[in-house]
């Protein structure tokens, strides 16, 4: 007999299963699964051609502060990962952009992302998978990101 589990427990459970094969697949690059994130963050942006991405605009992405922030970036940029410069209007604003080393990281993210979602359904039919996509998509839909 199975015990009743809260909803917020579930998901709790299946975030820290997914986040944990995440952060294994970083591991291996040397990063944590929050840097790896930032970096997919400024590599999509990017890749939509935003020409002047600043420290202020990821933190809002990630929803961390400053001082947070400026400590990702710099072990970023220590590693090689990431380039920051003055900005060209603000000097005060650091201009970051990704380097040869972590160009176009965000694609390699979302495979990553795409085999961590893989393993964790693996039982699941193809219908079941769908009909958990869906599910989740209209949940999402009933939140407010804002």
Request: hydrophobic share 40%.
């Amino acid at each position: 007999m199975s015990v009743k589990m809260p909803f917020g427990l579930k998901i709790a459970i299946i975030n820290r299963a997914f986040r944990k094969l995440l952060d294994e697949k970083a591991e291996k690059m040397g990063l944590t699964s929050v840097q790896l994130r930032v970096l997919g963050s400024v590599s999509r942006l990017e890749e939509r051609g935003v020409e002047e991405i600043h420290q202020n605009d990821l933190e809002k992405i990630e929803r961390v502060t400053h001082p947070a922030m400026t400590k990702i970036v710099r072990k970023l940029e220590a590693k090689g990962y990431l380039r920051c410069e003055e900005g060209v209007r603000d000097k005060r604003c650091k201009l970051i952009s990704t380097t040869e080393k972590s160009k176009n990281i965000h694609e390699l993210i979302l495979r990553q992302d795409d085999e961590a979602y893989a393993e964790l359904c693996g039982n699941l039919t193809e219908d079941e998978r769908a009909a958990l996509d869906g599910i989740i998509a209209k949940i999402l839909g009933n939140i407010d990101f804002e």
